[in-house]
């Protein structure tokens, strides 16, 4: 055998092991790639936006049948699409530094400019929020406290608060025995908001005074106290 022929060979033994590594460089790239994403999200993120010079400003959030889209306030441009697999966004909220939403499955999450920050489960939502529920009384994300820190999740039978920056459970304040809050009848009066919590009339009782159907929540790490009852945690 010539010497140009044994080179060739040994080449070629050689080539083998490299080729199988690459092989399987690419079946466990492939595998990661394929891997589902937690809580079923995709999200998008569009190379428009994504190129714009210097700081962007606060994105305004867009709802769609199964998703949410970011879009510059000036141009209009989508920066990012934010999905989840087999769920709808009930409501979105914006403020500084964070894009809020909740989702039909009870589950409120915070997007950042280019990953999704954190994910929370709403307590007590063992059944979807149903386009009924929202309907009828509605589910409002409400920020609390200087610089938002808290972000609210108003509901018929509890207000739940979760810290803006990483989604850590603050406090649950459950709606009084036969009362149910009005997520969607809110007013500021100062650091307190005010929430409409209506009860159900005793038959040939008195009706209450009005400030008895008012709960006032703020930015604090403690739900208040609920009229005749102990603070909740």
Do not use: K
């Not at 937690?38 to 305004?60: E, F, I, S």
């Not at 409409?196 to 008195?206: E, L, T, V, Y």
């Amino acid at each position: 055998m010539s010497a140009g022929a044994t080179d060739c060979t040994r080449t070629a033994y050689l080539a083998l092991p490299v080729a199988a590594v690459l092989l399987v460089l690419a079946l466990a790239a492939a595998a990661l790639w394929e891997r589902p994403a937690p809580y079923g999200d995709r999200l998008t993120l569009h190379p428009a936006a994504a190129a714009a010079p210097g700081p962007l400003p606060q994105p305004v959030l867009r709802m769609t049948d199964r998703s949410v889209e970011a879009r510059d306030p000036v141009s209009g441009a989508r920066r990012w699409t934010y999905a989840r697999s087999g769920r709808r966004p009930v409501t979105v909220r914006t403020v500084p530094g964070h894009s809020f939403t909740l989702w039909n499955d009870g589950m409120v999450t915070d997007t950042g400019p280019t990953a999704v920050r954190w994910h929370r489960s709403v307590p007590g939502a063992t059944n979807p929020l149903t386009d009924r529920v929202v309907r009828r009384a509605g589910a409002v994300l409400r920020p609390l406290g200087p610089g938002w820190r808290l972000l609210a999740v108003l509901t018929p039978r509890r207000v739940t608060a979760y810290r803006s920056a990483d989604g850590d459970l603050r406090w649950v304040l459950p709606a009084r025995p036969g009362c149910s809050f009005a997520p969607r009848r809110t007013v500021r009066n100062g650091p307190a908001l005010l929430i409409a919590q209506p009860c159900i009339r005793p038959r040939g009782g008195a009706d209450p005074p009005w400030t008895a159907e008012l709960v006032a929540v703020d930015g604090t790490d403690t739900a208040p106290t609920l009229p005749g009852g102990p603070p909740r945690a």
